[in-house]
């Protein structure tokens, strides 16, 4: 494989540079009051749909983009997919038909799907060793960062109406020029790749994935269906527990978010010291900072709480993807990121309704409840996961090959 090119800025930058949008679909849901105003005529539950629809399509496209890749090239699937992003996102600029603007979202969530795997796929597909556990990190940041602009925009332009809320998706013009200039040679790069794993796959037949993928899956997506209960819930627990506002769970949410940069940059060396305890040292993180939220009784308590939960976040994710990397079976790297993805965003979408059923298992349904039990899971998840890394012998290459 050309070293030149995997280490060249301009062309990681490029890769990178998808990540930076991932969660525009979802940024514009700040707009929601305005938006409820302006379509009386509907119910408010019709209008939020606007806002989750992205990810029912996006499902859809996820799981196909696999296939997509390989027949057009991950180069064109990800253009394609950033210029169906741009376009469709804007529609609610220049239109203001509730149904128009319903199309246009499930178009939306289309052309994020063509190239959101890629984002994690690629790295996997390109870098190796500690070169893609360090990528992996960048990945991670550069989606902090994304996320943070993103909302910062959306605050911005949301005072001038809820239409020019959607101008947010401006932002698809980053990757879509680095990605289009610097990427020249990624289906080159991965074709290598490819023909590498199908040379070593060829003794067996197709093999799609093994269950130490799906369990990874279903790790990553615990894990979201429950930590999704801070971005529900933080708002309803300050005022419930008279520690803060809606404006004041605004806050400590971006700051959270923001905090997340420094594990995401300093990734390669946190793995590089930590190995398989990285994926419990996330969760431990994300426990700990959970309770001490539910413990609080001052606001400076909630402020160490989001802080801590900001740190975990970034160290369990590219553990987890990178993880995932080392234990797939052979040429599968796209599907494996798609079941991921389809895990985190299938969680996130059910994550009220799951949220709901466990939450009266405690006796109360209060939001501080709701919030015991997404720590209570952070911490049995971290024990497992431990308790994997304790017991479970490394020989999980040996079996890489037994495909479902």
Not at 37 to 48: D, G, N, R
Not at 71 to 86: D, E, M, N
Not at 181 to 194: H, N, P, S
Request: proline residues 4%.
């Amino acid at each position: 494989m050309d070293s030149s090119v995997q280490n060249a800025r301009l062309f990681k930058l490029a890769i990178l540079s998808i990540s930076l949008v991932l969660t525009v679909t979802t940024a514009v849901s700040t707009a929601l009051p305005a938006m409820i105003a302006a379509f009386k005529q509907y119910p408010p539950t019709q209008v939020e749909m606007l806002t989750t629809l992205p990810t029912i399509s996006l499902l859809i496209t996820v799981l196909a983009s696999s296939w997509i890749a390989k027949h057009i090239g991950a180069r064109h699937a990800t253009l394609i997919g950033l210029v169906l992003a741009l376009l469709a996102g804007l529609v609610p600029v220049f239109v203001t038909q509730y149904p128009v603007i319903f199309i246009s979202r499930l178009l939306l969530g289309v052309g994020v799907g063509l190239f959101n795997n890629l984002a994690y796929s690629l790295i996997m597909a390109v870098y190796d060793g500690e070169e893609r556990q360090t990528m992996l990190g960048f990945q991670s940041a550069v989606g902090t960062v994304g996320n943070a602009a993103a909302a910062f925009v959306v605050g911005l332009l949301v005072t001038s109406g809820w239409q020019m809320a959607f101008n947010v998706n401006w932002l698809f013009v980053v990757p879509l020029i680095l990605f289009g200039l610097f990427a020249g040679k990624i289906d080159q790069l991965t074709k290598v790749v490819v023909v590498a794993d199908n040379t070593q796959a060829s003794v067996k037949k197709k093999a799609t994935t093994n269950v130490a993928v799906l369990g990874y899956v279903v790790l990553i997506a615990t894990f979201f269906a429950f930590y999704f209960g801070l971005m529900l819930k933080l708002a309803g627990f300050l005022v419930e527990q008279g520690l803060g506002t809606a404006a004041t769970a605004a806050a400590q949410l971006s700051v959270m978010s923001l905090l997340g940069l420094v594990p995401s940059l300093l990734y390669g060396k946190i793995y590089k010291h930590l190995r398989r305890l990285t994926i419990p040292t996330g969760l431990i993180f994300a426990g700990l900072g959970l309770w001490a939220i539910i413990s609080a009784n001052t606001v400076v308590m909630v402020w160490i709480g989001v802080s801590f939960v900001g740190l975990g976040l970034p160290i369990f994710m590219p553990a987890v993807f990178g993880r995932v990397a080392e234990v797939q079976p052979v040429g599968t790297s796209n599907l494996s990121s798609a079941l991921m993805l389809v895990g985190i965003n299938v969680a996130v979408f059910l994550s009220p309704q799951i949220l709901a059923l466990v939450t009266p298992l405690t006796g109360q349904t209060t939001n501080k409840a709701t919030l015991l039990v997404a720590t209570l899971m952070m911490f049995l998840l971290a024990a497992i996961q431990l308790a994997l890394v304790i017991y479970k012998r490394p020989t999980i290459r040996h079996h890489r090959g037994m495909g479902l």
